[in-house]
């Protein structure tokens, strides 16, 4: 069986997960339900980045110890996943031992092969992103990552020779696809390696919370060598156990933030390079989830967190929004009105319509019970078959490249279709006019693509899917991604239940939109 290994970024937990961190991680989640279908020997890895500066800031603030803020921190996020019902494999802490001993020694390994060297290091730091910057990258003297003021930093340090490296890394681009979009390699060449690449800062001096160098204990390892490494420590590289690394590595599809784009396409493949390992096959760079006044930020009241939609909506709209509103390529604004006209158009006009009104059909017209395929007994049968044949090949070919949204796109096409199908045959007129035959083909046409749409939305929205094909009495059945290219997998007698309750009630628009509204300003 073929590995699939995918990675999310460690996420810093300095405050509560917002949509745009579980936008990300239902990406990945998305991802590995769908390889999984077709499949593939899965393994997802997410995790904790619990160390450095802004940790000790936050906790001390909070007037917890910093180990039990991490561990509060760490249940937060795990409860969040449950709730998301994200299926990952391991979970890494950074501050886990298996973590702390493997990045000490790949530290050693750095310094004995003249990767690392000692040096004093003085320039604009910035403690939310905890990166230091040259004057030439600041914007408008900011933080050119976050906006926020940089403070001017000197301290003894040890340093990557990230320089050593620049032509090999150029010589990676220029030789592997390995970053999508396209666009950030161009990025990475143009805005950091053409003007000169800098050597990395990978210790601090000025505070202990963080994996202590063993040979010069006073450092302590600077967050990007410890977070990075988490791919493949958590896998047991370097460990008396590194079957999961031998298995897994390289990762098949890492996936980011375009905020920390640099450090994955850059210092990270530089980093393997020094280990002599190989890269990942896919890096993807996702943009961001923006409101309509900017970033999302607690100061301005327009943070919106997963548990609020999920909780009033439902975890398969929230899940379904995200995917389907934001293309991974370009940052999309989220709004209430869009969240709201998306469920009550998309999940409960279209699909929720198409089942609601195919079960009540077969119910009448045949007693529950699927008819046979009998064939195209009609050109309408002939058109459906051959679209929805068309169509998944095509949302297969999105969910290859990661584009969600047209994937998502896609499928709603069949759902429409297969509306319109149910315009063109009109059922009813068949059952008046003891059209039997005809009546028996639309009906097992309809339950047919129904079950299709169903397996295509399993990676999206697992719930539903499984409710769709419950209520066409296919729960049992092996819906596997290959059927999909299949007819006549209905088995005989096969029964729908009797009254489905709809997949999704409509809502009232104007009060969720302002509930939503209430709800961000708090």
């Known amino acids: ?20 961190t579980a936008y990300t991680t239902v990406v990945a989640d998305t991802v590995k339900k769908y390889k999984k279908l077709r499949g593939y020997d899965t393994y997802l890895l997410t995790g904790l980045d619990e160390h450095g500066q802004k940790i000790q800031t936050v906790a001390e603030k909070n007037n917890m110890k910093l180990q039990e803020y991490v561990d509060y921190m760490a249940n937060l996020s795990k409860d969040l996943w449950k709730k998301m019902q994200i299926q990952y494999d391991d979970f890494i802490r950074t501050t886990e031992p298996r973590h702390e001993k493997v990045v000490q020694e790949i530290f050693e ?24 910057f040259t004057k030439t990258q600041l914007v408008d003297g900011k933080c050119p990552d ?8 000197k301290e003894e340090a040890y340093f990557f020779n990230m320089k050593k490296y620049a032509d090999r890394l150029v010589k990676l681009y220029e030789e592997n696809d390995f970053i999508t979009p396209e666009f950030r390699k161009t990025e990475m060449i143009n805005n950091f390696i053409k ?22 204990p006073k450092h302590v390892v ?33 996936i980011v933030g375009k905020d920390i784009a640099r450090f994955h396409l850059i210092y990270w493949p530089i980093f393997l390079m020094a280990l002599d390992l190989p890269i990942p096959k896919k890096i993807l760079v996702h943009n961001w989830i923006m409101m309509k006044d900017g970033k999302m930020s607690k100061s301005k009241g327009n943070v919106i967190y997963p548990e609020l939609l999920i909780e009033r909506y439902g975890l398969d709209a929230t899940r379904y929004f995200l995917l389907r509103e934001m293309p991974v390529v370009q940052d999309e604004v989220f709004s209430p009105e869009s969240f709201v006209e998306r469920y009550n158009f998309d999940l409960c006009n279209d699909l929720g319509n198409l089942v609601n009104r195919t079960v009540s059909m077969v ?11 009998l064939g195209q007994i009609n050109e309408s049968d002939k058109d459906l078959e051959e679209y929805t044949k068309n169509q998944i090949k095509l949302v297969e070919e999105y969910l290859e490249k990661f584009e969600f949204a ?32 005809k009546l028996a083909s639309a009906m097992n046409h309809l339950i047919e693509n129904i079950r299709k749409i169903a397996i295509l939305l399993l990676p999206y929205m697992e719930s539903t899917a499984q409710n ?14 290959d059927s999909l290219y299949e007819l006549d997998k209905i088995p005989n007698n096969s029964k729908v239940i009797e009254t489905g309750k709809p997949l999704f009630m409509r809502l009232n628009a104007e009060e969720e939109i302002e509930y939503i509204k209430n709800e961000m300003n708090k």
Request: glycine share 8%; charged share 20%; aromatic share 16%.
């Open 195 to 216: 003007p000169g690449l800098e050597d990395l800062c990978v210790t601090r001096t000025n505070f202990d919370w963080g994996i202590k160098v063993k040979s010069d």
């Open 468 to 481: 769709i094909l419950n209520q066409i009495g296919l729960s049992n059945v092996e819906n596997t991604w």
């Open 222 to 254: 600077y967050v990007w060598l410890d977070a990075l490494t988490n791919y493949i420590t958590a896998l047991g590289y370097l460990s008396e156990d590194d079957t999961k690394f031998k298995k897994y590595w390289p990762a098949d599809l890492q």
């Open 1 to 20: 069986m073929e590995k699939y290994y995918i990675t999310t970024p460690i996420y810093y937990p300095s405050g509560k997960f917002h949509i745009g």
């Open 406 to 437: 047209s994937s998502l796109q896609e499928i709603w096409n069949i759902i429409s279709r297969t509306n319109k199908y149910i315009d063109e045959t009109t059922p009813w007129v068949l059952a008046k006019n003891g059209e039997t035959e």
């Open 363 to 373: 119910n009448k017209y045949f007693n529950g019970i699927v008819p046979t395929y």
């Open 146 to 153: 976050c906006g926020r003021d940089v403070v001017l930093m």
């Open 109 to 132: 390994k750095f310094l004995a092969n003249g990767d690392i060297y000692k040096g004093t290091y003085e320039g604009m730091y910035c403690v939310p992103c905890e990166t230091y």
